[in-house]
């Protein structure tokens, strides 16, 4: 039976989600894979949905940890980033990343963008040139004052800073106090989740100075005002819209302001308050969210490259499966907390949840409807009811994507019950078919709603429910009509016992 599909309104804004763009000095780790993995879960749930989706991920490519970086290698800076490039991509292809745009800050476009946007903020009187004194991370290429330092180290990665005096232009972050506040109580999404609020708000309210946004001695990045390079968190930040073509590209038109910016809450100032500073200046609209998540530790300790302890996710990946890491990230804690990674909690779950729940419950039911005769059911099913989609789709678009999966996988859960409860292995007739029809129907609106989380597990279950993958993979089609395809068949196990 054909299904309906969403008719996209190309007349609407689209959506719009990005990750942040990772700094290249290393290889992707586990907490770069959940932020972009979580992105992804966003990205497809809207397409579900029917929208037009603009997921935009990247690499921040400047600044002189790079060049440090690339001196020391051997080569020049851009064959350096390009290396490590590669390898965010091909992890990226590997998790099963359906971006739309890989922005790089070394294209020429962002170059440009960058310089535009800076230019404006001059004009309106909001850059001006100065000198900067204070204590600099090269590590975190970042300058912190006396009070800041912690045991006269970097407060962010404890390393050694040294003292620095050079000429900069300033952002004049201080005349943005009050619209910043007035931006955080009129738009009470925009700091996500809550928890996060307090602490930012609290931050702006007892002052905002002038910040140094560029760099005299640093000579990888971008050129401003001939002979400074602009720091590399401002040309950082313009990536989200020096991807959609601003200034003058119909994307930026189609997509700004973004609907959700998903970062690390080590990042989340610089979203949550000189970003949005930054577009109040130049005269543009903010994006709708910021959501900082929290911070992954590895068998109860913090990532770190003195500890060992960096999590490969494509290790992970060869010793499990994909779908397995990406549901594992998202159900060991609610989005936006601090969780831990441990194998062990991780074989638990496979073994518990993507085995014994949902591989299980497929495995059952199509076992059962290989072996029957059945013709088309038209009675009501008895099971629609256990599953609240107006629930679930709340908890997906407020990017609560633990509770929306615990809701997912609470139906599964009630349809193995059904299998026990009703013994269809012990029916015959009417009684089977109604049975089989209703697990049947159940297993293809799984098959939607885990999508977004385990894609190429949910398209085999599809194939195995001889449905057609493009087709019936949108929102619409969660209503139960018993609408699986002609013929059935089991296929091979969806996950193995670890």
Same mark, same amino acid.
């Given at each position: ?68 970086? &690339? ?41 440009? &963008? ?8 001059? %004009?309106?009187?909001?850059?001006? %040139? ?47 106090? +009050? ?193 029957? %005769? ?46 026990? +409860? ?77």
């Amino acid at each position: 039976m054909a299904h309906r599909v969403i008719e996209i309104d190309n007349k609407a804004k689209g959506f719009y989600v990005t990750t942040p763009i990772y700094y290249v000095n290393d290889k992707p780790h586990i907490g770069h894979a959940y932020t972009t993995i979580a992105a992804d879960i966003v990205a497809r749930w809207h397409r579900l949905k029917g929208q037009r989706v603009f997921f935009l991920t990247g690499t921040d490519e400047h600044g002189e940890k790079i060049a440090k970086a &690339a001196a020391a290698s051997g080569s020049n800076p851009q064959e350096f980033v390009d290396g490590i490039v590669k390898q965010y991509k091909d992890a990226w292809e590997v998790l099963n990343i359906s971006y739309d745009y890989f922005v790089r800050t070394t294209d020429k476009k962002h170059i440009e &963008a960058v310089s535009k946007f800076l230019d404006i903020l001059a %004009k309106n009187g909001d850059v001006y %040139k100065g000198e900067y004194e204070g204590w600099y991370c090269v590590s975190d290429e970042t300058f912190f004052t006396d009070l800041q330092l912690k045991d006269g180290k970097c407060p962010e990665c404890g390393k050694e800073v040294i003292r620095l005096k050079e000429s900069t232009h300033f952002f004049r972050l201080s005349a943005y106090q +009050d619209k910043l506040l007035d931006l955080y109580k009129t738009n009470t999404e925009f700091l996500s989740p809550k928890l996060r609020s307090e602490e930012i708000i609290n931050r702006v309210k007892e002052g905002l100075k002038d910040i140094s946004i560029t760099r005299a001695t640093v000579k990888w990045g971008v050129q401003f005002d001939n002979d400074h390079t602009v720091y590399v968190w401002v040309d950082a930040l313009l990536n989200y819209i020096s991807a959609l073509d601003w200034p003058n590209g119909d994307k930026f038109g189609d997509f700004w302001p973004a609907n959700v910016h998903i970062v690390g809450k080590e990042i989340n100032w610089f979203h949550s308050v000189i970003w949005p500073a930054m577009l109040l200046s130049a005269g543009m609209n903010t994006p709708e969210k910021v959501f900082a998540h929290g911070w992954w530790t590895v068998d109860g300790k913090k990532m770190s490259k003195s500890s060992h302890n960096f999590v490969d996710p494509l290790d992970i990946t060869k010793r499990y499966s994909v779908d397995a890491l990406r549901y594992f990230l998202i159900r060991q804690m609610p989005f936006g907390y601090d969780g831990d990674f441990s194998e062990s909690a991780m074989k638990e779950l496979i073994n518990s949840e993507l085995l014994g729940a949902l591989g299980n419950l497929v495995n059952r039911v199509l076992t059962l409807a290989e072996n029957s %005769k059945m013709s088309k059911f038209t009675g009501e099913n008895e099971l629609e009811a256990k599953i609240n989609l107006t629930v679930l789709e709340g908890h997906m678009d407020a990017i609560e994507l633990y509770s929306a999966l615990n809701e997912i996988m609470e139906f599964v859960r009630y349809c193995n019950k059904y299998v026990n +409860d009703k013994k269809p292995w012990t029916l015959e007739g009417k009684e089977l078919e109604e049975v089989l029809y209703n697990l049947l129907e159940s297993l293809r609106v799984i098959s939607i709603l885990l999508y977004p989380f385990i894609p190429a597990t949910c398209e085999k279950i599809a194939q195995s429910l001889g449905t057609d993958k493009e087709l019936s993979m949108s929102l619409i089609n969660c209503k139960f009509r018993n609408e699986f395809g002609d013929k059935t068949s089991k296929g091979d196990l969806l996950f193995k016992k670890v």
